[in-house]
């Protein structure tokens, strides 16, 4: 009998067949009409134990069972119990339905749970040498229990991490496409854009010849044409930019960058470019030192938020700090502009993102993102300091 | 009532003349050779809003005597409802729900294709359900060929593995026995499927039979005279404080697997069982007796459902088995109504534990 017991044993990692099997066996060959196993809450909020299996299901209401239950408390000073209906605690340990006369059989499983069967006809209650050898295939029973447990858990989480891989793959193949529709829209409007803009400068060579300078309402529509083309010019080179930076495999090209002469560099560009007398003012703390970086990356990141500076404040000379740390150097953009507000910061360097108090003003939202990515890839970070109406700081860090 | 009928009409007609109360259905149990073609009548039966319910068996009983030919047409009062659980061949087994009221007697008759391979599975998933708020009876339908064929009926159709549940509302007093007595044991069932005891001490389960029939009987059982010599020899599994659950091997397979009626769960210990005529005998009469020892009136039906291989074990001395558990009925009760079947497997809810699917067993249940 306890040969067939032990067999029953762990025959599936799954929880209930593992039950199952030991206690239809137990029920058949012991002649028990019922049998319940309740295993231990995790969580305190919790009753202390739940039934997890019962045979017939219809004769176990009872779902939970507390750990001021006498039943629990029995079995905390003996792992084993046989009570009679005939015993004083008998009463207490009813949690089935139908149950009048006869013998509860309850066993402790080590540390996780309990079992019990109740049988209505047992002539002989289990003796304590029963319960002793009983004991023994419990404890087995216990252990392939906690087995089936760690199976269901590993299952579910590698369920959970196979879902999140393949949402991960999903998600990158749907980036990947819309980088490659967005570079591919982008190089198609090209062309057309090109064509718009000579035909623009030709109907002025047009008019020139014959002159027809007299007429003012041609040249203003040719000027807006030509602002209107530079403006989506510029969103398609934002777009290609943008669709450059997503790509997985971009490749960073590190190498020996004084930064200080690629912001001379920029400043250069920009004194060229600014028409109201503004300039970049470059301040420097420290010795200067070279960092392995992508000089292209790193001067399209401050590129990008120098323009901004310059665009966002009206009077004020934007600044860069150079601050050289002991393992990074630091690049502070400031101007004293419009600001951000709290969830404009949050939102910032979201790509397509413009806050509606620029609407007026030229570009596309993609610069700041596009600067964000740049740095990433040169393994650096960025972060925005800002206070409405204001003051707005960019701050790259960058390892040497 | 048995009837002969030369054919379907002669049947479909003797049961148009058999007026029905209006709480009464037939119960009609066919045997294997009936002359009649079971879809026709359901047609006509159905044309007529006739209700009915029934199953093939090896053989019929009626009032004391067993046919292997013909038609056993009992009614039954306060049939409820009637459920075809279909897919007995099938691991995962659904049980629909009943309409039961809590409180009230409630009997489950039932008939099962004795030759599918989940009956167990299905018993005890209908036991894990509604537990002992019913009354289970019943028995496994099939043909002594034991080629699978459709065998139970109703009129939704005519059914391969698939079960009858009949829900009548009734006290139902039943008494379950059947008299082997161990020869050999224990012997580990090490290898098994479903029903088939491919292994028993890690030895081809056919020659581990086989040794133990020639120890003691000095016959040789082979593949050919396997079921004459096998219907002597069951297996037993043990049960506290109860009979053992019986397993009849009645066929081999090509791997010298024992084909059994009824599940028989891998590494159960078995004892290899012995008849002999008087023990069985006096454990049919004891079925009888424990059946009508609680009863309080006159019982409306008495359904008899014994195993097939009692006869066939007991040859001419069956009709010895019929007469006593007959004789013991009268001592509480009319048995004019005593009707059931010769099966493949029988099934009672006597006793404590779970729903077994029995073999070589004699069940005797009173429908006050």
């Known amino acids: 009998m306890l040969y067939e017991l032990v067999l029953s044993i762990g025959r599936s990692l799954d929880l209930s067949e593992n039950i199952n099997s030991f206690m239809k066996t137990f029920m058949t060959r012991k002649n028990y009409e019922v049998g319940a196993v309740y295993l231990k809450q995790k969580r305190k909020s919790q009753p202390a134990y739940k039934l997890v299996l019962a045979h017939p299901e219809v004769r176990v209401p009872t779902k939970n069972i507390g750990a001021n239950h006498k039943l629990v408390q029995m079995l905390e000073e003996n792992p084993g119990l046989a009570i009679s209906s005939t015993e004083e605690n008998f009463d207490a340990l009813i949690t089935e339905s139908g149950v009048i006369e006869g013998e509860f059989l309850v066993f402790r499983l080590k540390e996780i749970g309990f079992i019990k069967f109740y049988s209505s006809v047992r002539k002989n209650k289990f003796s304590k040498l029963e319960i002793n050898q009983m004991y023994t295939v419990i404890d087995i029973f216990a252990v392939s229990i906690a087995a089936c447990l760690d199976h269901k858990r590993l299952l579910f989480e590698a369920r959970k991490r196979e879902k999140a891989e393949i949402a991960l793959i999903a998600e990158k193949k749907l980036h990947q496409e819309r980088t490659s529709f967005v570079s591919a829209v982008s190089h198609q409007f090209r062309t057309p854009l090109a064509i718009i803009q000579s035909n623009a400068d030709l109907l002025n060579m047009v008019l020139a010849k014959m002159n027809m300078h007299d007429n003012i309402q041609i040249p203003k529509i040719t000027t807006r044409i030509n602002s209107e083309i530079d403006k989506m010019v510029e969103l398609m080179n934002d777009l290609l930019e943008t669709g450059k930076m997503s790509q997985e495999d971009i490749e960073v090209k590190k190498q020996d960058v004084n930064i200080e002469s690629l912001l001379n560099d920029i400043n250069r560009n920009v004194k060229m470019i600014q028409k109201d007398g503004r300039f970049l003012a470059i301040n420097v703390q420290g010795k200067n030192k070279n960092i392995t970086t992508d000089p292209l990356l790193i001067g399209n990141a401050l590129n990008n938020l120098i323009s901004n500076a310059f665009k966002y404040s009206n009077d004020s000379n934007p600044r860069v700090d150079v601050i050289y740390l002991n393992a990074t150097v630091q690049l502070q953009i400031k101007d004293e502009g419009i600001g951000l507000s709290p969830s404009e910061k949050k939102n910032i360097f979201k790509p397509f993102y413009r806050s509606d108090k620029v609407q007026n003003v030229p570009g596309t939202g993609l610069g700041l993102s596009i600067a964000k990515r740049c740095v990433e890839l040169c393994s650096g970070t960025i972060q925005v300091e800002s206070t409405a109406n204001e003051s707005t700081t960019f701050t790259i860090e960058l390892p040497y | ?368």
């Open chain 2, 1 to 368: 009532m048995y009837i002969y009928p030369i054919n379907t009409q002669e049947l479909y007609q003797v049961l148009l003349k058999e007026e029905l109360l209006e709480n009464e259905t037939f119960c009609l149990y066919f045997s294997e050779k009936s002359n009649v073609e079971i879809t026709e009548l359901i047609t006509l039966l159905n044309d007529n809003e006739i209700p009915f319910f029934g199953a093939v068996f090896p053989a019929v009983i009626d009032n004391g005597k067993h046919y292997e030919e013909g038609v056993v047409i009992s009614k039954i009062k306060n049939v409820i409802s009637t459920h075809l659980i279909q897919g007995l061949d099938q691991n995962e087994i659904t049980i629909p729900e009943f309409d039961i009221t809590p409180g009230k007697n409630y009997c489950a008759l039932t008939f099962v294709d004795g030759l599918a391979p989940n009956i167990s599975l299905f018993l005890s998933e209908m036991y894990d359900k509604y537990g002992k708020s019913i009354s289970y009876l019943g028995g496994g339908a099939g043909s002594l060929s034991f080629i699978q064929k459709p065998c139970v009926l109703f009129n939704q159709g005519f059914h391969q593995n698939a079960a009858l549940v009949v829900i009548i509302e009734t006290q139902v007093h039943l008494g379950v026995t059947h008299g082997w007595q161990k020869l050999k044991g224990p012997l580990v069932a090490t290898k098994t499927n479903k029903n088939v005891i491919e292994e028993i001490n890690w030895e081809p389960a056919l020659s581990v039979y086989q040794k133990c029939i020639l120890e003691d009987s000095g016959k040789v059982i082979t593949r050919d005279n396997f079921f004459s010599i096998a219907k002597g020899y069951p297996f037993g599994m043990h049960k506290e404080y109860s009979e053992c659950i019986v397993r009849d091997p009645i066929a081999t397979d090509e791997n010298s697997g024992l084909i059994c009626v009824g599940e028989v769960p891998e590494n159960t210990v078995l004892d290899l069982l012995k008849g002999e005529r008087s023990s069985l005998i006096e454990a049919a009469k004891n079925a009888a007796k424990i059946s009508r020892s609680a009863i309080t009136s006159q019982a409306n039906n008495i359904i008899l459902i014994d195993c097939i291989s009692r006869t066939l074990f007991l040859e001419e001395y069956f009709e010895e088995e019929l007469a006593v558990i007959g004789s013991e009925l009268r001592k509480s009760t009319k048995t004019e109504s005593l009707t059931g079947a010769l099966t493949l497997g029988e099934i009672s809810s006597y006793g404590n534990g779970n729903l077994e699917f029995f073999n070589k067993s004699t069940v005797v249940g009173l429908l006050e």
